[in-house]
């Protein structure tokens, strides 16, 4: 048994920021890496950014230089801080984990809103 429990999401006007948190909980093992994706409406989804248990960092070329992706493995919690956001980010953000819950190999959260007004 396993979970992702995202919070931070809201509304936010062009320009400003906002910080995603989310904690993994359960009898997850070998995990590999934690990441955030993000998908809008009529889109499909997409990378935001992804870190492993060695710190390796991947970003999407869109968030590049204002998304900051960080964890804490010791309590399977990754983070997102979006600065400088643009209307184009407005979407669902799910956190996702590569790691294996008995016979299966990664999971996803329910997804958080973010809203950026234009």
């Known amino acids: 048994q396993g979970q992702l429990v995202e919070s931070g999401g809201g509304l936010v006007q062009p320009g400003g920021s906002l910080r995603l948190s989310c904690v993994a909980s359960?009898?997850?093992?070998?995990?590999?890496?934690m990441g955030w994706y993000r998908q809008a409406p009529g889109k499909k989804r997409e990378l935001v950014a992804t870190?492993?248990?060695?710190?390796?960092?991947n970003y999407g070329d869109s968030v590049k230089g204002r998304f900051t992706i960080s964890r804490d493995n010791a309590k399977n919690t990754v983070f997102l801080q979006m600065n400088d956001l643009k209307p184009e980010d407005t979407a669902v953000y799910y956190c996702?984990?590569?790691?294996?819950?008995?016979?299966?190999?990664?999971?996803w959260g329910q997804g958080t809103r973010v809203t950026v007004s234009s």
């Open positions: 359960g009898n997850f093992y070998s995990i590999a890496s």
């Open positions: 870190i492993t248990s060695g710190g390796h960092i």
């Open positions: 996702n984990i590569d790691a294996w819950l008995g016979g299966t190999r990664g999971a």
